[in-house]
Each structure stands twice: as structure tokens, then as C-alpha cells.
């Protein structure tokens, strides 16, 4: 009766420019009776609300009538429109029901459609797009013998493992756990495995925190200008930066910049440090960056960990300690090499705070890159009572993509495409295409189980917490898990965005969450059948790197087969036990895990497979 869904019937597709005029279409049958049909546009930021009636342009196919209505550009911001229409007696609704459209009486039954508009200079990194990412966690990665940890400030709290296959300590084997036991994993050791890399095709690496501090995540910072002795010297990471630049491999820090190290420079606790910390004194230079309750051993710390006290964002000194464009720290770690930052915990910063991690991290390049760490769509968050603007063009140029990681980990699982396809077109149709051809697509991080341990339970939370030190998958579960996560690095590698692996999972690493998802790299224990597989998958995808930069488009949803468009190559997943015809495309198998058949009519998908063709 009528039809209507943004992605088929707004234009331009997706989030639009603040230069770009936009027009709503709606297909309506012709013996559909009204009086007037308006769209009631909402500004979110500024409360304006504007209405204007659609009219009739012509008829189309199947008795329907199209009626349209165009709107000259929207100002910067986020918007929420739904359409009216109007009867004898009543106005009726036209809300958004998983994008599609349904006519209800009750305005509060559905929710309005979003519509982002964005800065037209917004721009992100091109280096990046159509790349692939590679996440290690520094300490667990591997230990070169060519580099002597010298003695750092606490070495008297830490714990040096000899072993690297030690299982880390936690809170369910040790009694006053701290996480200051280390493998002592170093630059070098990463160095060392830079052909690795090249197989894989990596151009990016993203590093958790490497700047020194007490505990192994080394969140909690006890110094902004030193890297913790334990990786190496200053000097030795400006030569790693510049050795993996010359082989097209950029770095991306970590920056932790909500909290710092209560055992740091600026707290100073435990007085491990010549500086007059906050703790110490009221009269530190950094007393005013934290917030006390009662002096000095009450004060606000993250999430109550008092390890980690939490800085005043909006503080005008601890601002331009991080931010100043030639002082501060953001300018000092890419004055040694780096290419871009990720951002830990995005949500808890202020705009103005984000505003200037923009301006002074593009201000001497460019083509520095902005990762926010936030689990949700980043364009509608809401965060400490107030709407983010992370993707209007003046804060953020990716995220890590965490709602397309539990789509996919949900759609290999469980199938269903129709509800998949919701979850990734919700996004196409939301992001800025800057910030869409950015997104940084994993499957696992440090902060979540490994990707083959979530494949191979039904919930792992549900296993208990005293097995799960040591917990070894049986050959069942393993295997399960393991075609799973071909299915599903398959789309992790051929959505829109940049895939990032977190280290090990394409050797076959499991693990629950912290500290058992940030094991020691696995060297003498490589899966070579599930490696194999990621590096055929990187390697189709470096050569056509170019199709993955931009574009997508879904072209079948069907039960639990899914196929999509990057350009001219046609990525689809079967994931049922059937066979599915796709009608209308045929061309060359570029990769696949079963045997696929192109026809001049259409493509043949085998059962339980992926498969890429590059469409003639």
C-alpha cells in the first residue's frame, strides 16, 4: 500500500553534506485516499522542527503513484524526520519500522527515521581506505632477545615471567590481583615479525598503550613522554615507526587520556616518582586535574578503580598538556613517528576536548588518523546527557565497529539474513561516507573473548569462571568454531570499512575475556590451515583494494543467504544448507571456499559457502 525506505527512496543514500539538497520519495497506491502527506523533520540539536507537504509527480508501475518532496541544504547536525498524512478526522503516521515504513495511529508506536548531515570538508585519511589493520597488545606479543629490559621506576611491584606460554595472572588465581605481571613482549620482538605482516598485507598496526606504567594493559600512565622501559627507548620506537613506514606499514597509539596511573608523574601515590604529584600535595602543579572528595585518599578514579584516577577533561591545563600543537603530547608522539591515535574510552571526553584532539592531531598531518573507541552507532550516541556529534566532521574519523562484529558473530551463529542485513544497512544509512569507508571492522579486541571462543559456545559466559584459565576447546568445538570464523573474517574483509585482526586469531588463539583474551602469542603453535586461509583472504583483498575502498549495495537477501556489492565485485554468503540462483549477475570466481558456478542467467552458490565474483 505504501512503500517507503531511505535507502531506496532518499537521495542522496545515506548521510548527506550541508551543501547537498535531499528529496524523500514515497510510492503510494493509487486508490489510497488522503488529504495532504507532509514530512515533519526534527533537528535534534537546536529542537527546530520543519514540515513540508509532499505532491504528486507521476505513476508508476503496479497502480502506484510516486509523490515527492525536496529540501534545499540542512545545516550541520542530526535529524529525525517522520510523514503525516492527513484524513477527514485524523492524522495517521508513516514510521520506521527496521527502515521500512508503517502507517500506525499512535505517533509513539515506531520511531522516526535518522538523517545525519554532515560537514562537506569533512575528511578522512585515504591511505587508510580499502587497507587492513593488525591489533597487538604490546606485552603479549613476542620478547626479542636483542633488547635487555632496563629496571623501571616500580620494578619492585612487578613480576618478570620467564616462560612466554604462562597463563597471566587474574583475579580468579590470584588474591589481590593488579595485572602487574608481564611477558615483557618488546618493540624489537614486533619488529622482528615484520614479513609476517607483509603476508598478511598489513598497512596499519594498532598498539595498546605503550607508554610507561606499573600494570601490563599499561592503561594507566604514569608518564605521557616515555615509552615503558619494558618495550624500549623513545629512540628505539622512532626508528620501529620509520622502519615499518618504509615498508608502508603505519602506526596507531593508543591514548589514554581519561584517566591516568594513580603510580604516575601526576598522581604519584606510592612515590615512586621525584615529581610532587596530586596526591602529595595541593599545591602539585596537577592537583587541579583530579577531582578529590576528601584529600588525599578519596578522589574520582574510573569505573572506582582507584589505580586509575580520572582527570577533569574540561581542566584548561591538563587540556593543553595533551593538546597543545607544538607542547603537548599528541604533537610529541607524532613528531616520533606515528600516524593517527585511537582513542580510549571516546564517550567520556567532552566535545571541546574532542574538537581539539581534531584540530591539533590534523594540524601538522593531515592524514593523521582518529579512531574512537565507542561500542555503539556512533552517530546517535547518547553520553553523560548529551547527543555526541562524533561523525559531523570536527572529532572523529573512525570508531571501532563493535555492532557490525556482533551482527556478523550473530549471522554465522544463528543465521538469519534479513535481520543481518538490517544491522549493517542501519549503519550504511547513518555514517558520513568518510567515516563508512573508515570503520575499523574486527571480530575480537582486548576488551572482548576472542572470536573463536564466542563461536564455539552458545554464551561463554555461561562457563564457569574457575575453568576458564585453562580452558581447552575439544576437537568439536574447535572445528565448529574455526568454520564459523572463515564465514565470518570473510565479511569481516568485504564490508564497507578497514578489517583489523587482533593478534592470534588467525593462528587459531582462543580465549575468555581479560586477561585470558591477551595470552602470549602462540609462535610454535600456528593453526597453518586457518593462517593459510587469512592470507589467501588478505590477498584477494589487497588486489582489489581498490573496490573496497567505497561503495556498497545489498542485492539479495533470501533465509540465510546474504550478497552484497563492493563496486563491481559480488561478495556472497550462504550460510544455509541448500543451495541458492542469484539471478542476473555472472563472472569470474576471484575467491571462494566451495565451488561456486557462474551461468550467463545467474550464479549458482553452493551450500555453506562464501564466495567473491567479479561481475562482466
Known amino acids: 500500500m505504501i512503500i517507503y525506505n531511505p535507502i531506496q527512496n532518499k537521495f542522496p543514500k545515506g548521510a548527506v553534506t550541508n551543501d547537498e539538497n535531499i528529496k524523500f520519495e514515497i510510492l503510494i497506491k493509487d486508490n489510497f485516499f488522503f488529504h495532504d502527506l507532509k514530512i515533519i523533520i526534527k533537528n535534534d540539536f537546536t529542537g527546530q522542527i520543519i514540515s513540508k507537504s509532499l505532491t504528486f509527480k507521476n505513476n508508476e508501475k503496479n497502480n502506484y503513484n510516486k509523490y515527492s518532496v525536496e529540501f534545499e541544504k540542512l545545516e550541520t547536525g542530526l535529524y529525525f524526520y517522520h510523514f503525516e498524512f492527513q484524513f477527514d478526522n485524523i492524522i495517521a503516521y508513516l514510521k520506521n519500522n527496521l527502515l521500512n515504513a508503517e ?83 618488546n618493540l624489537l620482538g614486533i619488529e622482528e615479525e615484520k614479513n609476517y605482516f607483509k603476508q598478511l598485507n598489513i598497512e596499519s598496526i594498532y598498539l595498546n598503550p605503550i607508554m610507561e606504567s606499573s600494570e601490563n594493559h599499561r ?142 592531531t590534523k594540524y601538522y598531518d593531515e592524514n593523521s588518523l582518529i579512531i574512537g573507541e565507542v561500542w555503539e552507532d556512533a552517530t546517535n550516541k547518547f553520553s553523560y546527557n548529551i547527543r555526541r556529534r562524533y561523525f559531523l566532521g570536527k572529532q572523529l574519523d573512525s570508531v571501532m565497529n563493535y555492532p557490525w562484529r556482533n551482527a556478523i558473530i550473530d549471522f554465522v551463529k544463528n543465521g538469519n539474513a534479513e535481520k543481518f542485513a538490517y544491522e549493517i544497512s542501519l549503519l550504511v544509512e547513518n555514517y558520513p561516507k568518510p567515516a563508512l569507508d573508515s570503520l575499523m571492522n574486527l571480530l575480537s579486541s582486548h576488551d572482548t573473548e576472542r572470536v573463536l571462543t564466542v563461536l564455539a559456545f552458545d554464551e561463554p559466559e555461561d562457563v564457569p569462571v574457575d575453568e576458564r584459565p585453562t580452558y581447552k576447546l575439544n576437537y568439536e568445538q574447535y572445528n565448529k568454531a574455526k568454520e564459523l570464523l572463515k564465514f565470518a573474517s570473510f565479511i569481516q574483509f568485504t564490508l564497507p570499512g578497514v578489517p583489523c585482526i587482533y593478534y592470534g586469531d588467525e593462528i587459531g588463539m582462543y580465549g575468555f575475556r581479560d586477561p585470558y583474551n591477551r595470552l602470549g602469542f602462540t609462535h610454535d603453535n600456528k593453526d597453518e590451515d586457518l593462517l593459510s586461509h587469512y592470507k589467501k583472504l588478505s590477498n584477494f ?17 533470501e533465509n540465510n543467504c546474504i550478497a552484497y556489492l563492493r563496486n563491481n565485485i559480488l561478495c556472497v554468503i550462504n550460510l544455509d544448507y541448500e543451495a541458492h540462483f542469484i539471478k542476473k549477475f555472472s563472472g569470474e570466481i576471484l575467491f571462494e571456499n566451495n565451488k561456486s558456478y557462474s551461468t550467463p542467467f545467474g550464479i549458482v552458490i553452493s551450500p555453506r559457502s562464501f564466495t567473491a565474483i567479479k561481475i562482466v
Open 103 to 185: 502507517l500506525v495511529h499512535d505517533e509513539h508506536s515506531y520511531t522516526d527515521w535518522q538523517l545525519t548531515v554532515y560537514d562537506k570538508n569533512y575528511k578522512t585519511p585515504n591511505w587508510y581506505k580499502g587497507s587492513i589493520m593488525y591489533q597487538i597488545f604490546p606485552d603479549r606479543f613476542k620478547k626479542s632477545d636483542n633488547y635487555e629490559a632496563t629496571i623501571a621506576k616500580n620494578e619492585d611491584d612487578r613480576i618478570r615471567h620467564i616462560d612466554w606460554n604462562t597463563v597471566p595472572h587474574s583475579n580468579i588465581t590470584h588474591k589481590n590481583y593488579s595485572a602487574k605481571d608481564f611477558l615483557m613482549g
Open 219 to 360: 592503561y594507566s600512565t604514569a608518564d605521557y613522554f616515555k615509552i615503558d622501559p619494558y618495550f624500549g627507548t623513545n629512540e628505539q620506537f622512532k626508528q620501529f615507526c620509520t622502519n615499518f613506514k618504509n615498508d608502508n606499514i603505519r602506526i596507531i597509539l593508543d591514548g589514554v587520556f581519561s584517566h591516568t596511573g594513580s603510580d604516575s608523574i601526576y598522581f604519584n601515590r606510592y612515590n615512586h616518582y621525584d615529581s610532587i604529584g596530586a596526591f602529595n600535595s595541593q599545591n602539585s602543579p596537577y592537583y587541579d586535574w583530579f577531582s578529590f572528595s576528601n584529600f588525599p585518599y578519596e578522589y574520582n578514579s574510573w569505573w572506582g578503580f582507584d589505580n586509575l584516577p580520572t582527570v577533569i577533561k574540561e581542566n584548561k591545563n591538563y587540556s593543553d598538556f595533551i593538546n597543545n600543537k607544538d607542547t603537548g603530547v599528541l604533537n610529541f608522539w607524532q613528531n616520533l613517528g606515528i600516524s593517527g591515535w585511537r582513542l580510549d574510552v571516546a564517550d567520556e571526553f567532552p566535545d571541546e576536548f574532542l574538537d581539539r584532539v581534531r584540530e591539533t
Open 541 to 557: 583483498r589487497y588486489n582489489h583494494k581498490e573496490k573496497f575502498k567505497s561503495n556498497f549495495e545489498l542485492v539479495y537477501t
